[in-house]
């Protein structure tokens, strides 16, 4: 189901994965795959040299390169930067409302199956605030394909709200198709990425019917592991290889 797709989503101990680049270099034999370390990354990807100096380093090693850009906040990459990048992955980690930042990590540790229940349930219920931080979202990305180019929406519904359990209370299908129109008039292709087990089925098929590309990101920051919720998604909403990067 999966053989032969390109994982573009791995992460190296350039970011906050605990594998090497020339350890990732040896496991493409295993599967075709890139890498792409979160951008910014304290002390480690923190400017425009840094990226070039892993640019060149992973690309020497015969990786593809990308990078994790995380919407809303990285800062711009000089147009040089960017196009000595293979690809670009836009995925959002926060997003900020009314000058507060709401992170997602409690969340995601939860949708990665970390943890057995989502602490923060009560929080993300409020019906005000799941507005608005689906607004943001939609801000965001948007920048990120317009200002930033990005080439990949990765994880896109992941966020406290998917957490809650029912991604399609959570996300109204009026802003499910917002979100894959600004990935489709862009040419940005929607990640299935497998550690996180987003998007949903329904997201998926509305992205199919609307023409959208997809993109295969494990996401892993170890070892390499099996596509097994990826091909499952992949499955359920019948995705057609064609429309793979
Ligand atoms: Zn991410
Ligand atoms: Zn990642």
Redesign the pocket.
Known sequence: MTHGLFDH?IHSDRSDGTVSLAERARSVSIRPHGISD?YPWREKLRNDDDVLRYIDDAARLGLRVGL?Y?LGVAPPLLPRTRESLHYL?G???QVEVDGLWVRYDVA?AFLKGRTKSFAERERFLAPVLAGRIRERILDVVGAGIQRDGIDIL??AT?SPLAALGDPEAAYPAEWQERLIALCVGAGVAIEI?E??GVPHREFLERAKLRGAAFSVGS?THGPLGPLDRTAAMIEAADLPRGRFL
């Open positions: 989503h979160h994790e995380d992955i995925a959002v980690h995601g990765g994880h992941m990425n550690a996180y996401d």
